[in-house]
């Protein structure tokens, strides 16, 4: 008599039953959908601008053809505009570097109620309209013909309006524990003060005057409400000239001259992005985090 073998058959997989997403999950998408949409309605514009000034004709869209035409246009009225805006952001970041490096270290090493006036009074350009601040320069300087028709003019107004961006970092990377430690063991060793500041503040304040640097290029270039009542027909710089260009040529032109400003000024803010810097904390830290190692 044969024995009968037991049968078997597969176990079927148990399905997990259907939960809606947790409290948690669906905030998440919501973050994510208001990012999105934030971005899109910033950044859509912008492609929008860029294609139109690449395109044939505005109206008609790609369909119209790619072109090149109107940025070589652009080129040809406004490059002294592109050289004029590299030359005062140069000459401003020149004059920030020699008077704002050492007035930020001033103030982060000074304790007293003036130094802190001070401070406030420097970061009050910034709170005013640019427009306020060139109307200043006006009435007090306007009426020295050679210095009102000069290049220099604007200088000094983006210099005044981008100082703060340049002292406030290297205060804030001046005001670490630590370089204050390096610095006072190289006086104990015999070394005066322009060695200390030579050889020990500005090696450890690097971070903040390249973050400090970088605002200050950028500001100036793209720096408008000022430089419109500061410019004269001889000084027109490249934010001047895109609004001339949108409101008095084709939007193609106008287009195209944003294109030339946009590749102008992002290289900057990616090496801004890349160096953290909104460098009071993320620069002065990663700098404050080297001084202690050192002084280990």
């Not at 990012?35 to 119209?64: K, Q």
């Not at 090496?271 to 830290?285: E, P, R, T």
Request: aromatic share 10%.
């Amino acid at each position: 008599m044969s024995a009968a073998l037991p049968r078997t058959t597969g176990a079927s997989p148990r399905r997990r039953p259907f939960s809606l997403p947790s409290a948690r999950g669906w905030i998440a998408f919501a973050q994510w959908v208001v990012t999105l949409a934030t971005c899109a309605f910033l950044i859509v514009p912008v492609v929008m601008s860029i294609l139109a000034g690449l395109t044939v004709n505005y109206f008609r869209g790609v369909a119209s053809g790619l072109t090149l035409r109107w940025l070589a246009e652009v080129w040809t009225q406004y490059h002294s505009s592109v050289f004029l805006s590299l030359e005062v952001a140069a000459l401003t970041l020149a004059i920030t570097l020699v008077t704002g490096v050492p007035a930020g270290y001033a103030l982060a090493r000074s304790r007293t109620r003036l130094s802190r006036v001070i401070e406030e009074l420097l970061v009050m350009p910034v709170a005013l309209p640019g427009l306020a601040s060139a109307l200043a320069l006006l009435v007090v300087y306007g009426g020295v013909t050679a210095f009102r028709m000069s290049v220099m003019f604007i200088v000094v107004g983006h210099v005044i309006f981008t100082l703060p961006f340049m002292v406030r970092p290297v205060a804030a990377v001046c005001a670490s524990n630590g370089l204050r430690t390096l610095e006072e063991g190289a006086a104990s060793l015999g070394a005066n003060f322009v060695q200390r500041f030579v050889t020990i503040v500005l090696p450890n304040a690097r971070p903040g005057i390249l973050a400090g640097a970088l605002s200050v290029l950028t500001l100036s270039i793209g720096e408008f409400n000022l430089t419109w009542m500061l410019h004269t027909p001889y000084t027109k710089t490249l934010p001047v000239g895109l609004a001339d260009a949108y409101a008095s040529m084709r939007i193609e032109i106008g287009s195209a001259y944003t294109i030339l400003f946009f590749l102008m000024t992002m290289p900057l803010l990616v090496a801004m992005q890349w160096l953290g810097v909104d460098a009071a904390g993320a620069a002065g830290n990663t700098r404050g985090a080297a001084v202690n190692k050192d002084s280990k």
